[in-house]
Each structure stands twice: as structure tokens, then as C-alpha cells.
């Protein structure tokens, strides 16, 4: 029994030697200009994988958003945290955060761009193109909803703490995505009014979709570094981060698994 027991834990031993969480960044175009976005994955799993896309806060592609990243690939996906500004740029000034975030939505450009990002992730080794997701931050959440009103052939998408555009009109009936939003009951910057359109947008579709709500919950609920930005609104809470990712994982065994 000793022999079949040190054989055993030798070989649970090297798997864990083997495996391992690989990063690296990738270029890629859009019109003409460079983005830079970061992709992680297990090594260990051959098989092809369900991918996920990582949209950034409205700080830009920060250590957040590649932890991020690395966390959904310790859980089995290939994930890719896209660069929505170009360049890879990110700022810690709200002033800064803000000109870049009005150049996307002035422009229209949330769809664009987020498109482009999946389409590197459906290109990469490893990924599973028919089980593709998104997740998104603040103005990564934005995104992830724009990107469902598209159209786009994403199976599922989550807004963690986002602005909740409604969908229009032409918009409800090519979603193709499942929708989960993850939301503060307390966050200052969805007023009541945006609310109620996105939930008459979304009731007005046949789409599948929830939102939850948490209580005691500002913006920016998932970042443990919230509280260090002198924002009014921002807080993080650590109860409402647990909740949440774990609503994101029970989302995505259902409709990626």
C-alpha cells in the first residue's frame, strides 16, 4: 500500500509541476491602429475550451483586468482581456479615463471594438469558437451589453457593476446572447430611469437574461482597489465580489459547458 501510495501522490505531484497558468500579449488591429490585449490559459487542459473575453474598467487594460483573466483561466477557460482603448493604455487619473471612455461612446465604437477582441479569441489554440463569453467591469459592462445587442455569436454575456444601456429597438431582436448583470443596489451612476428602460428594453425582447441585484452595494463593488480612488460612489465590497463571481460561474456552466 506504501509503494501504491507514493506512486500515486508522484504522479499527482507532477501534474501539478505541469501545469500552469500561461500569459501573453497580443497585437492585433483595428482600422488601422494598434491594440494590445493580454490572453491566459491553463496548459495543462489539451482539449479545446470554452474562451471568455475580459473588458476592462474605464481605467484602462490594468492589473485588474488581467487578474481577472488569470482567474477564469484557473478555472478552465482561455481567456483574453482586450484592450478597448489601443495601445494598451491605462491611467490612474478619472480625468484621463473619462476623455478615453467618451472617444469609444462619442464614436460608437463599444460594438467595433469588442467584436475585433472576440474575433482574436476565436482565432487562438485551444478555444472552442462555438463557446465563446464575455465578461466586463464598470465601462468593461457597457461593452459586454453592446456587444449582446449586436448580435454577435457570443453564448453568453456578464455585466459586473456597468453602465445599462437599454437595447433599441432594431437591437432586441438579433440578441443572441444570454445576459447576466451584476449590479449595486447603491451605485450612484445607473440612475433610476436607465434601470427601468434597460429592464423595458430587455422585457421587450425575447432574450435570456437576469439581473441581480445587491443590497449595500456602490460601483465598482469587484475592485479591492476602489476605495484608494478618490471617486465619490466607488467602494469595494467583498461580499458582493464573491457573490458575484460565483453568479458568473454558475451563468457560464450553463450556457458554455
Known amino acids: 500500500m506504501r509503494i501504491g501510495w507514493i506512486g500515486l501522490m508522484a504522479f499527482v505531484w507532477a501534474g501539478v509541476i505541469h501545469a500552469e497558468i500561461v500569459t501573453q500579449t497580443i497585437k492585433y488591429p483595428i482600422a488601422g491602429k494598434s491594440y494590445v490585449g493580454y490572453l491566459a490559459y491553463d496548459d495543462s487542459i ?12 474605464w481605467w484602462g487594460l490594468n492589473d485588474f483586468a488581467r ?21 494598451g493604455m491605462a491611467t490612474h487619473d478619472p480625468e484621463q479615463a473619462g476623455q478615453w471612455y467618451t472617444e469609444v461612446s462619442e464614436n460608437r465604437a463599444f460594438r467595433k471594438r ?21 465578461i466586463g467591469f464598470c465601462f468593461g459592462g457597457t461593452t459586454v451589453l453592446e456587444l ?21 429597438e432594431a437591437d ?37 437574461w437576469q439581473l441581480v441585484i445587491y443590497g449595500n452595494t456602490l460601483h465598482s463593488f469587484t475592485n479591492p482597489k476602489a476605495d484608494s480612488v478618490d ?9 458582493s465580489d464573491r457573490r458575484s463571481w460565483a453568479a458568473m460561474q454558475q451563468f457560464f456552466d450553463e450556457v458554455l459547458r
Open 172 to 208: 432586441r431582436d438579433q440578441i443572441q446572447s444570454a445576459i447576466l448583470v451584476l449590479h449595486g443596489a447603491q451605485d450612484p451612476f445607473v440612475k433610476p430611469e436607465q434601470l427601468e428602460a434597460f429592464e423595458s428594453g430587455l422585457k421587450a425582447s425575447s432574450a435570456d
Open 46 to 57: 489539451k482539449e479545446p475550451r470554452p474562451g471568455i473575453v475580459v473588458f476592462h474598467e
Open 148 to 168: 449582446a445587442y449586436s448580435g454577435a455569436d457570443v453564448q453568453g454575456v456578464v455585466s459586473f457593476h456597468g453602465g445599462l444601456t437599454a437595447p433599441g
Open 231 to 239: 471617486m465619490e460612489g466607488l467602494a469595494y465590497n467583498p461580499l
Open 114 to 134: 469588442a467584436q475585433a477582441a472576440v474575433n482574436v479569441l476565436k482565432k487562438q489554440a485551444g478555444v472552442d469558437p462555438k463557446r465563446i463569453g464575455a
Open 67 to 87: 487578474s481577472k483573466a488569470e482567474a477564469l483561466a484557473e478555472l478552465g477557460y482561455v481567456a483574453f482581456a482586450a484592450d478597448m482603448y489601443g495601445k
